[in-house]
Every structure is written in C-alpha cells, then in structure tokens.
C-alpha cells in the first residue's frame, strides 16, 4: 500500500532563513508526487507537482527515487511562507494519499 | 479556473438528523469527486471517490449506509451524514478533477474550501 510520511509537524524558522520541510513515500508503481499548502482560513490548493520540475514562490522540490523522496525547500523563507504544507502521492490514476502535513512558521 | 464550491461552510445540528453537504464545480466539469474528512491538527483522509453517474466507491472503514454519496451531474456532488452523530464532528472537504484542464493536468485535484459539521 502508499504511504506519505511527513517526519516533522512543526517547523520553525526565521525570515531569511533556508527550509526544508521533508516528504517520504512508498509505492510500488511510478510515483507522481505533489505538494500542496494551505495557508490560514483558506482552502487546500496545489504548490507545486514533481512532473513540472517548476519553481513556485520560490520553492522547489526534487524526486529523489533512491531516497524515495521528495523533499520541499526554499533557500529565504518569507513571513507568507507560514503555513500548513502537505506532500500527497497519487496512486490508482487519480487518487491522493496526504501525508501528515508539516506547519511551518516563519518568525520575523 | 478551476473553482470548487462548497455548500454550506459550516452547519450546526442536533444528534440524529441528517446533513447534506453540496460540492459543485463552478467551472469545470468534473467527471471525479472526491471526499475528505480532516480532523484537528490532522491531515485528510479520503473518504470515498465518486464518478458521475456511478456509485461511489469508498475506502475502507467508511460506511456507505452512513455517508451517502450521490454525484448525479459533471458539477455537482453531494454528502448526506445520516443519523448524524458527535463523533462524526469533522472538517469535510471535497475536490475534484476533471478531463480539459491545460497542461495535461488530468491529475490535479481542486479543493473546497470545507465544510465543518458540528453534531451536538
């Protein structure tokens, strides 16, 4: 079966600093991995997906099949970072299965 | 693009009553809907998938007597809690996806903004 595992619920840093919240699955077929975040009374909505190899606010995030990874980073945290981010993989075509998400917090 | 509703935001009722939750898709049709409950401080979990037109097929550990699913139209979901309970106290938040969308985005999903029940 899938699995996501989000290893921190709580990240805390301070404006400038470097992130990198950590996302880890595991699936038996070809995995398309997203990340989605949801910032304070506002709906899930999708960051970025591993296909698009793209930068979004500043963050990216690299499929590391070996590691079975697919960490989430930005080099300057801003205060708007501060949300809850969740990696999902999705499986049996069209499905999601969410890790536990990760909240962070970008102190000034 | 791409916007999903939910109806209502917040609903309020006593124990044993039995609540509807719309999901509609706004601006696009949407061939698969999909229902997710989020506990506090916790993630989603996938309730149940439902394809227009078909039954829905829900996960393991969901009743289907209990959370009734009917996806009659491409923009229109809806989630019926029967003989609702406190213990099924919950955010509930649809998504959806749809074929069309650019960029061959067939997996996406577009969330809901929630929908919190709170069964006294």
């Known amino acids: 079966a899938q699995r996501v595992t989000q290893p921190e619920k709580l990240l805390s840093v301070f404006k400038g600093a470097p992130v990198e919240l950590k996302c880890n699955y595991s699936?038996?077929?070809?995995?398309?991995l997203f990340w989605y975040v949801q910032y304070s009374r506002q709906r899930l909505q999708l960051l970025l997906r591993?296909?698009s190899r793209e930068s979004i606010k500043g963050f990216t995030a690299d499929l590391n099949k070996g590691e079975t990874s697919f960490h989430l980073k930005k080099p300057f945290a801003q205060e708007e970072d501060s949300a809850m981010y969740y990696c999902?993989?999705?499986?049996?075509?069209?499905?999601?299965?969410f890790g536990g998400g990760t909240r962070l917090m970008v102190k000034p | 693009g791409a916007v999903v509703s939910q109806h209502p935001s917040w609903v309020i009722c006593k124990s044993g009553t039995s609540v509807k939750i719309e999901c509609r898709s706004l601006?696009?049709?949407?061939?698969?809907m999909f229902w997710y409950r989020q506990f506090p401080k916790q993630s989603l979990m996938l309730m149940a998938t439902?394809?227009?037109?078909?039954?829905?097929?829900?996960e393991q550990g969901v009743e289907k007597d209990k959370f009734l699913i009917n996806h009659a139209s491409l923009t229109l979901s809806t989630l019926t809690v029967t003989s609702a309970h406190p213990e099924d106290s919950s955010f509930y938040i649809c998504?959806?996806?749809?074929?069309?969308?650019?960029?061959?985005?067939?997996?996406?999903?577009?969330f809901g903004p929630g929908t919190r029940l709170t069964v006294l």
């Open positions: 439902s394809n227009e037109g078909s039954k829905a097929t829900y």
């Open positions: 999902a993989l999705v499986h049996a075509g069209n499905m999601l299965t």
């Open positions: 591993h296909i």
């Open positions: 601006d696009f049709q949407a061939t698969t």
């Open positions: 998504s959806a996806r749809g074929p069309g969308l650019a960029g061959g985005r067939l997996s996406e999903q577009f």
């Open positions: 699936y038996s077929g070809s995995p398309e």
